[in-house]
Antibody, heavy 120, light 108 residues
Framework: QVQLKESGPGLVQPSETLSLTCTVS????????VSWVRQPSGKGPEWMGR???????AYNSALKSRLSISRDTSKNQVFLKMNSLQTDDTGTYYC??????????????WGQGVMVTVSS | AIVLNQSPSSIIASQGEKVTITCRAS???????LHWYQQKPGAFPKLVIY???YRASGVPSRFSGSGSGTSYSFTISRVEAEDVATYYC?????????FGAGTKLELK
């Protein structure tokens, strides 16, 4: 079955870079896209960016200058790197996938999320 | 970016009561790309309704959705204890995909 799992540090210093990994199973990264979505505590989710099945990427313009998404298909992993972290970047970070290749299709599958705190 | 305004922000309902949540978009969106999620504390958002009115696999028939253009609604016909959660609408009609701020459902 489809599974996604996020991993990475729970605590990041202000101004430092966040690095997260999403390890997927049950599907190929060359067939389905993977997005990163984050959620501050008590607030709605925010879509950050997407790694398309063909290796292309798309970013939320609000984060584009700080964000990079890449992948290693041999390891079934998608990576997120975001620099210049501030306290309002604190929240839970999810990777998620869509069954349909259409851009607007729903986020069907989710990882359990990783809590990231930005603090000195 | 399209802003989704959900109302109310919170609901207190009795078991068996009907509840309706509204999601209004700042611009018209395709009904094919308006979706609803249920999020319980400590868990990820779970897809409940996709493309405005289609129930995701395994979702009980008491959940339904409707709408078009800029106005959409999500209804639980008879609330059960297990429905206590926060519900979010999400649009994929225009980039970037955006989510509403959520509606928290609690039991009386």
């Amino acid at each position: 079955q489809v599974q996604l799992k996020e991993s990475g540090p729970g605590l990041v210093q202000p101004s430092e870079t966040l690095s997260l990994t999403c390890t997927v199973s049950g599907f190929s990264l060359t067939s389905y896209s993977v997005s990163w979505v984050r959620q501050p505590s008590g607030k709605g989710p925010e879509w950050m960016g997407r790694m398309w099945y063909d290796g292309d990427t798309a970013y939320n313009s609000a984060l584009k200058s700080r964000l990079s998404i890449s992948r290693d298909t041999s390891k079934n992993q998608v990576f997120l790197k975001m620099n210049s972290l501030q306290t309002d970047d604190t929240g839970t970070y999810y990777c998620t996938s869509q069954r349909s290749p259409q851009t607007g299709s729903p986020f069907d599958y989710w990882g359990q999320g990783v809590m990231v705190t930005v603090s000195s | 970016a399209i802003v989704l305004n959900q109302s109310p922000s919170s609901i207190i309902a009795s078991q068996g009561e009907k509840v309706t949540i509204t999601c209004r978009a700042s611009s018209s969106i395709s009904s094919n790309y308006l979706h609803w999620y249920q999020q319980k504390p400590g868990a990820f958002p779970k897809l409940v309704i996709y493309s405005t009115s289609y129930r995701a696999s395994g979702v009980p028939s008491r959940f339904s959705g409707s709408g078009s253009g800029t106005s959409y609604s999500f209804t639980i016909s008879r609330v059960e204890a297990e429905d206590v959660a926060t519900y979010y609408c999400q649009q994929g009609s225009s980039n970037p995909p955006t989510f509403g701020a959520g509606t928290k459902l609690e039991l009386k």
